[in-house]
């Protein structure tokens, strides 16, 4: 059985920091392609960052979040993260980990296999 167990969101003011993690089980995060979704209510899901094995590890951060987001792998620990900063009110969602196969990394929600349950974060002051 694979298992995306996501962890970290909670309530934040405007400017705050905060890091959320995916422990994934089943499935090795070192050799597949791993990306964070996120969805606000009444708004589709959308991409926000992904993380490839190949090419030494790459990754691809959406326009929306570049700069202020982070995505990244620990592959001892078989989980992936997303460090936040600069938290605005359109950053509240619930956040999702995803994961695929195929080494490119892709926004296309379709075209990943496993999925967790998702993590709330809220931007409120």
């Known amino acids: 059985q694979v298992q995306l167990v996501e962890s970290g969101g909670g309530l934040v003011q405007p400017g705050d920091s905060l890091r959320l993690s995916c422990a994934a089980s089943?499935?090795?995060?070192?050799?597949?392609?791993m990306a964070w979704f996120r969805q606000a209510p009444g708004n589709e899901r959308e991409f926000v960052a992904g993380?490839?094995?190949?090419?030494?590890?790459?990754?691809y951060h959406a326009d929306s979040v570049k700069g202020r987001f982070t995505i990244s792998r620990d592959n001892a620990r078989n989980a992936v993260s997303l460090q936040m900063k600069s938290l605005n009110p359109e950053d509240a969602a619930v956040y999702y980990c995803?994961?695929?196969?195929?080494?490119?990394?892709?926004?296309?929600?379709?075209?990943?296999?496993?999925w967790g349950q998702g993590t709330l974060v809220t931007v409120s002051s």
């Open positions: 995803a994961a695929r196969k195929i080494s490119r990394i892709s926004r296309i929600l379709s075209e990943y296999s496993s």
């Open positions: 089943g499935l090795a995060v070192s050799t597949y392609t």
């Open positions: 993380a490839t094995w190949i090419g030494g590890g790459s990754t």
